[in-house]
């Protein structure tokens, strides 16, 4: 699976970069929210993981434009805002899951392997 991951945090984008390429997906990394955007918007991705809190443009902005230019591209969040509340926004900003820190990377991939299901098999279970 190609990613493209917008996250500003050094450490962590290592790690998730790192853990991700071992589980067999192409990661694409953006530290800034402008630059995620543009990226995003010129290249073809089967998941995004976007931090909330990034320098430029914040996550959920991001999102919001993605969505409004009609890029149905799954997002995941992925952030320290954890909670009932702002896990509610994102799902309402358009992303298709959240999950704050901390996480296990266990979770984060199969998160992400989650909605790829073909649509029979979700139904189907």
């Not at 050094?10 to 071992?22: D, F, N, P, T, W």
């Not at 995003?40 to 990034?54: F, K, P, Q, T």
């Amino acid at each position: 699976m190609r990613i493209l991951l917008i996250e500003d945090d050094k450490e962590a984008a290592a790690y998730l970069v790192k853990g991700l390429s071992e589980s067999g997906h192409r990661v694409d990394l953006a530290e800034h929210g402008r630059t995620g955007l543009e990226v995003a918007r010129r290249e073809a991705y089967d998941a995004m993981i976007i931090d909330r809190m990034l320098p430029g443009l914040d996550g959920l902005s991001i999102i919001a434009a993605l969505r409004a230019a009609k890029n149905q591209t799954p997002v995941l969040v992925l952030s320290a805002l954890g909670d009932v509340d702002e896990r509610v926004k994102g799902l309402r900003a358009g992303c298709d899951d959240y999950l704050g820190n901390p996480f296990a990377c266990s979770e984060l991939l199969a998160r992400l392997d989650a909605p790829l299901l073909p649509a029979s098999a979700q139904t189907s279970a």
